[in-house]
């Protein structure tokens, strides 16, 4: 079931044969996390890609007053890693945390980089996973410098209701960068 979860969602965002999907998944092990379970600390190397079948898992860094700051959640049937690190290789300035208790997948840097060599299907993955990170990123960006906090959490509740209804509201107002006083005002005015 997990596999078959890995191997629709890639088919959702490229066309590829039976073969070259499952020479893909073929990449993927799975991994069963408990909650608060740390994939990664600020310091070491993404050394890999995350799948999430079941539960959540947020990527976020500690800012210079010492408060985490909540960069991006993955709910099932979204990827997580710490993006620049995996990319260049330096270590991470973020965490993986998981939030639920989780089913994942994963692949290694190294198997990754493999497939994007042997299989141009999934360079075309990859770069429309990096596409949807970079838009993603300079949208929250800009509605941090655009928005207030009451445009930011109205934002999150139509783009993605699912993060205010399984999350504890210091992870929403982290996200959404608002405290977590500020954030309980917003939510008995609407």
Not at 136 to 155: C, D, G, K, Q, V
Request: net charge positive; aromatic share 12%.
């Amino acid at each position: 079931m997990i596999y078959e979860q890995l191997g629709y969602y890639i088919k959702k965002n490229i066309k590829v044969s039976d073969e070259d999907l499952n020479t893909i998944i073929s990449y993927f092990k799975p991994l069963k996390q408990d909650k608060n379970d740390l994939l990664l600390s600020q310091g070491q190397i993404s050394q890999c890609t995350y799948f999430v079948s079941k539960g959540c898992l947020r990527i976020y860094f500690i800012n210079e007053e010492g408060k985490d700051v909540t960069r991006y959640i993955a709910f099932e049937n979204q990827l997580a890693t710490a993006l620049v690190s995996f990319i260049t290789g330096l270590p991470s300035t973020e965490y993986i945390q998981v939030i639920e208790k989780s089913e994942l997948l994963y692949i290694c840097h190294e198997d990754f980089n493999h497939l994007i060599n042997i299989m141009p299907q999934w360079r075309e993955f990859y770069c429309k996973y990096l596409e949807k990170a970079y838009v993603n990123n300079t949208n929250r960006l800009m509605s941090f410098t655009t928005m207030n906090a009451l445009e930011r959490y109205n934002l999150l509740l139509k783009i993605n209701p699912t993060i205010v209804k399984r999350l504890p509201n210091k992870i929403v107002a982290s996200y959404i960068n608002i405290s977590q006083e500020t954030l309980s005002r917003l939510k008995s005015k609407i």
